[in-house]
Structure formats: structure tokens, C-alpha cells
């Protein structure tokens, strides 16, 4: 990496860090150039407007989460032994994240969820293409019978997202210290024994 992409990165880095904290709406230039030593016109070269900057973070966050819980689990068998791994590190993730204030994908699809543009476009994507993924896995663990059969493919990966969601509302918020043990629990039962 070349030494104008690493300055490129870490201004990406300081600005998810900023948005994990106090939301990818309420991201802005100034704040982020600070966070990175850098002077807002510095920062403007790399990214002129406020949703340059919020694509930036969506991408990033993205590519962070594919890193850290998605190609990980590969190394396990499609459907339920993957759909395993990956809800285990997705909740590992979720309890340690390394940035201040949880993942900011995560409360990007409420913050854009009623805001056309090219933001809540790009987050709409990026967790349209998880949750196919997930349904693709699901598909695979209904069929080698690893899930109930009465749950669709959509069904499945909707409660593993409600799930993942709902721990990380129940730890961040209500400071529910048994979220993590409670959301494994729910998940298991979506498994045939």
C-alpha cells in the first residue's frame, strides 16, 4: 500500500470509528479530519462532500466484517456447521468490534432506512448481499435436514439477523450482561438435534 492509500485509509478508519460512535447520519468532516491529525481541507481532497465520506465508511465497515466474521467461517462445511461459525463470530464481533460504539452498519439500516440516496442505497446493498448469503446457507442446512423444516430459507436467516440484533440491543442499551448466552440459546433451538 502505498503511502497516499494508507493516509486514505486511516482518514476511512478515523471516520468509522466516528460513526460507531455517534451514528453514520451525524458523521462530518470536521470531527473526522481531527480524529485523523488532519485538517479539514486536507480531508476534503480525499472526500469533498459528507456522503463521499458516509459511502467511505459503508464500504470499510463492509470490507471489516467480511474480514473478520465472513472469511473466517469459511473453512467450515456449507449450511448449518458454517451458519454456526458465522453466527459465532458475528456475535463475537458484535461484543468486541473495536470501534466505540458498536458496528456501524448496524445502526446504519436504521438510520437510512427511510433516507433515499446514495447512502441508504449502499447499505441497503450491503445487507441485501448478507442476507442472501445467508439464505443460501440456510437453503443448505434445511436441505442436509440441520434446520427445522418448517422454516424457510428467509425465515432462518430473518431470525439470525433479529437475533444478532436484538443481542446487540440487549447489551449496548440494557447492559444485559446474559445477551450473548440467551442469543446462542435461541439460535441452537433453530437446530434439528
Known amino acids: 500500500m502505498q503511502r497516499g492509500d494508507e493516509a486514505r485509509l486511516a482518514l476511512i478508519d ?24 488532519w485538517s479539514k481541507g486536507g480531508l476534503l481532497r480525499h ?16 470490507e471489516l ?10 473453512s467450515a462445511p456449507p449450511g448449518g456447521p458454517r451458519l454456526r461459525e458465522i453466527f459465532h463470530r458475528w456475535l463475537a464481533f458484535v461484543v468486541k468490534t473495536g470501534y466505540e460504539g458498536g458496528c456501524p452498519l448496524n445502526a446504519a439500516r436504521l438510520e437510512f432506512d427511510d433516507q433515499p440516496g446514495e447512502v441508504r442505497d449502499a447499505v441497503a446493498s450491503a445487507w ?3 442476507l442472501q448469503y445467508l ?12 434446520i427445522r423444516a418448517e422454516l ?19 447489551m449496548r442499551l440494557l447492559d444485559d450482561r446474559t445477551a450473548v448466552r440467551d442469543a446462542e440459546r ?5 437446530f434439528n438435534h
Open 14 to 37: 478515523a471516520a468509522v470509528q466516528e460513526a460507531s460512535r455517534i451514528g453514520l447520519a451525524s458523521v462530518t468532516l470536521a470531527p473526522v479530519a481531527q480524529r485523523a491529525g
Open 47 to 62: 472526500f469533498p462532500t459528507k456522503e463521499s465520506l458516509q459511502l467511505a465508511v459503508v464500504h470499510r465497515a463492509s
Open 65 to 74: 466484517f467480511r474480514e473478520r466474521v465472513l472469511l473466517p467461517a469459511l
Open 128 to 130: 441485501r448481499e448478507w
Open 135 to 146: 439464505e443460501r446457507l440456510a437453503a443448505k442446512a434445511i436441505e442436509q435436514k440441520e
Open 152 to 170: 424457510s430459507p428467509r425465515q432462518a436467516a430473518m431470525l439470525i439477523v433479529g437475533l444478532v440484533g436484538a443481542c446487540d440491543n440487549a
Open 186 to 190: 435461541a439460535f441452537e433451538a433453530l
